[in-house]
């Protein structure tokens, strides 16, 4: 029989907070431009100044401002600084596409820009639908931005009448409609072209081949027609099953470069009016006996980061994503404030230029081209 002393359940009583925690009283309060102007020792009117980046403050205060707003951890409201400033320090860019390696490229170099000059950036991407560019030119008025870069390569000229008031600031590349405020980014596509043109025509090319853009784009026409002047330049002929419309894609090449193959006579060399086109040149060719540059030279045009890296690295006309964004920011912002140094400028030229990487070499046949070969032949065997 157990004892009483260990069957009895024992209670402890545990000590109970019956004091309910009060709320705190504190509260979040919201650092304002006063908090930054004490802290600083200037006017709220400099630290205004200072946050929406007006040239005409004293660097030095400039500095002591943005220090202040680090300490006290002002957050500028976009929204009040745009009733004050009257602008809302908001770009709007609007691209082709996102599959394209060119244009994240070109975004991304846009958007460092922006951010460093004190501008925030909303990005659109058209798809090369014309109703999907009048939405987005929509929605970026109603979102109050102080300009667009549409930087489309082809647009309807009369949609952006319908849409845009003679004042808002605009930038398009090669031509945009004649307006007060509008910019454009005149593309020297000729300059590179000529320079891909003569290198394959020094190498020993005669028959070259070019793969277009969608030709109802004003920038694929272009490069179409410099590629066709270029060659006139030199004297030579371009038959007209040697000019194939593409689409500026990889299948798009893949598709164009399978039908000069099946062609009754193989050009020598390949001029693509994009990389992407180019890629696709690559891939269809890998699917014969035919090598590059070995058999076919192939060249593009933009210059993505991917060129370098093909096999073999692509020789491309380069158009550069930088010089682009620079002109675009630089252009908006001549549009945008009245005290630019550049605010009369209407035309911002970028330049192209032949980059020689290893996918161009002598017409296959031709004496160097056949001492190049057995030259590779001796060096593999000597590795061997």
């Known amino acids: 029989m157990r004892s009483e002393k260990h069957s009895e359940k024992r209670t402890i009583a545990l000590p109970m907070n019956t004091t309910k925690k009060k709320p705190s009283n504190r509260r979040h309060v919201a650092v304002s431009i006063r908090d930054v102007a004490k802290r600083a020792g200037v006017s709220i009117a400099t630290v205004s100044r200072a946050v929406n980046r007006i040239t005409s403050v004293d660097p030095e205060l400039a500095k002591r401002v943005w220090k202040a707003v680090e300490e006290v951890g002002y957050v500028p409201n976009p929204q009040a600084r745009a009733l004050v400033s009257g602008r809302s320090k908001m770009l709007g860019l609007i691209v082709s596409e996102i599959t394209n390696p060119f244009f994240p490229e070109l975004v991304q170099e846009f958007e460092n820009l922006a951010v460093a000059q004190g501008y925030e950036v909303m ?3 058209t798809n090369y ?3 999907r ?3 987005l030119i929509r929605r970026m008025l109603q979102r109050n931005v102080d300009g667009v870069a549409v930087m489309t390569f082809g647009i309807e000229e009369d949609l952006v009448k319908k849409l845009v008031e003679s004042e808002f600031p605009l930038v398009f590349v090669d031509a945009g409609p004649k307006l007060p405020n509008i910019r454009v980014l005149k593309v020297n596509y000729g300059g590179g072209i000529r320079e891909a043109v003569q290198h394959l025509a020094a190498l020993g090319h005669r028959n070259i081949a070019f793969i277009t853009g969608p030709l109802r784009l004003r920038s694929a026409a272009a490069r179409r ?6 060659m006139d330049e030199l004297g030579l002929e371009v038959p007209s099953e040697h000019i ?5 894609t990889m299948e798009g090449g893949m598709a164009a470069m399978e039908g000069l193959v099946a062609s009754a006579e193989l050009p020598t060399a390949v001029l693509c009016s994009n990389d992407m086109t180019a890629i696709g040149v690559f891939h269809a060719l890998y699917r014969t006996t ?3 540059p070995e058999d076919i030279s192939v060249v593009g045009f933009d210059d993505i980061h991917l060129a370098q890296f093909m096999l073999p690295p692509l020789t491309t006309v380069q158009m550069s994503c930088k010089d682009l964004a620079t002109a675009a920011v630089q252009a908006l912002r001549a549009g945008i404030e009245p005290d630019h140094p550049r605010a009369a400028q209407k035309e911002w030229p970028i330049s192209t230029r032949l980059v020689v990487r290893q996918s161009s070499a002598f017409p296959r046949g031709t004496l160097p081209a056949r001492a190049q070969k057995a030259a590779r032949r001796r060096e593999t065997a000597a590795v061997k």
């Not at 194939?244 to 500026?248: F, T, W, Y």
């Open 244 to 248: 194939v419309e593409g689409d500026h």
């Open 133 to 135: 560019t009048e939405m």
């Open 225 to 230: 027609d410099a590629f066709l002047s270029s």
């Open 290 to 292: 035919y090598k590059v």
């Open 129 to 131: 639908e014309p109703v």
């Open 123 to 125: 990005i659109g991407s």
